[in-house]
């Protein structure tokens, strides 16, 4: 346990190092009002925290850095409040893929990080109505739309007209059939390869299926990502390899997904300090992320990733109230 001034020390090397980049030394936290003792007695309060591992002395000059432990004490006991409510965003009659878009877009702008949201998993969509237009004679769409407001579409053509009659039936048929059921679900194939039907009906109903196999490969892949030019040009990265790292990471898009669905077990924030990330891409980073969803049930996650000296508790609340918005908006979908 540190002494309280020891404490107070390690948070102002934090706050800092966040606001400049640079080394905090003694004279610099001599000078702060709040800081009641004399250089020699902070100088020896700056050993004692080297020592036990929550700064570190990059280099000759007299300055102190936090270490990834020194963050966690930080995010962990020091931590101030920030103001609550500093992201208003007006998701109300908006579809999920915009709702996520606009989500990512402002959390980024917010905290000048890289930002991602996930959307909710596939076995927590449902059907939510189905239409099958006839555009042309030879020319069929059908029209997916799901319980949290995603729209699937996709275009058949046939080598001879189609029968008016036949789509018009695969419409209610459909309906009648699907809707509410997951995306995921088993039964789904079984339900349309149903041997009750006549071999032409079941035949045009089977030619269909693309559509509902292609939706659900789409949900499984919905991450959204915006700010990487905000990381870029707010904090400048000593190690090259580790920021091209990150970029591949997001562009294998399944790493970053199996990382953020371990946040979907907290109840509240998830930080992530350094060495303390499990992929090696995010070891010199820190990840924040919070969860929406539903009241029994966490569905996707709100988070941000930037350096370790990011100003945390702006990172935190930020991703809280993203994701309290966030599952406002789910919950009048369900």
Do not use: C
Not at 38 to 64: Q, Y
Not at 207 to 236: I, K, M, N, Q, W
Not at 289 to 317: C, F
């Amino acid at each position: 346990m540190l002494t309280p001034r020891q404490a107070l020390l390690l948070g102002k090397v934090v706050d800092g190092f966040a606001e400049t980049g640079q080394p905090v030394g003694s004279k610099t936290l001599a000078a702060d009002p709040e800081v009641s003792a004399g250089p020699s007695t902070i100088r020896n309060d700056l050993a004692v925290l080297e020592e036990a591992g929550l700064l570190a002395h990059p280099h000759t000059s007299a300055g102190r850095i936090p270490t990834d432990a020194g963050y966690r004490y930080y995010v962990d006991r020091l931590l101030p409040e920030a103001p609550s409510h500093q992201l208003h965003l007006s998701l109300v009659r908006r579809e999920v893929d915009e709702a996520m878009r606009v989500t990512t877009e402002a959390l980024s702008q917010v905290t000048n990080l890289l930002a991602i949201v996930t959307a909710p998993p596939l076995n927590t969509t449902t059907i939510r109505h189905i239409e099958v237009l006839l555009l042309q004679p030879q020319v069929l769409m059908v029209v997916v739309i799901t319980s949290t407001g995603g729209v699937s579409k996709k275009v058949f053509t046939f080598d001879g007209p189609v029968d008016p009659g036949l789509a018009d039936w695969a419409g209610s048929y459909l309906n009648e059939r699907l809707v509410g059921m997951g995306l995921g679900a088993r039964m789904l194939h079984s339900k349309l390869n149903d041997p009750s039907l006549s071999e032409r009906e079941r035949t045009f109903i089977m030619g269909l299926a693309p559509v509902f196999t292609e939706l659900a490969e789409t949900a499984e892949d919905s991450l959204y990502v915006d700010g990487a030019h905000r990381l870029l040009s707010e904090y400048r990265f000593q190690d090259v390899s580790q920021l091209n790292a990150l970029m591949e990471m997001l562009e294998r898009r399944v790493s970053m997904l199996e990382v953020l669905s371990a946040a979907l077990d907290y109840r509240n924030s998830y930080v992530r300090i350094g060495v303390e990330n499990p992929e090696p891409a995010l070891r010199s980073l820190s990840l924040v992320a919070a969860n929406y969803g539903l009241p029994q049930r966490n569905l996707g996650t709100v988070s941000v990733i930037g350096p370790t000296r990011m100003d945390y508790a702006r990172a935190i609340q930020s991703v809280r109230d993203a994701a309290h918005e966030l599952s406002r908006f789910i919950e009048e979908l369900y």
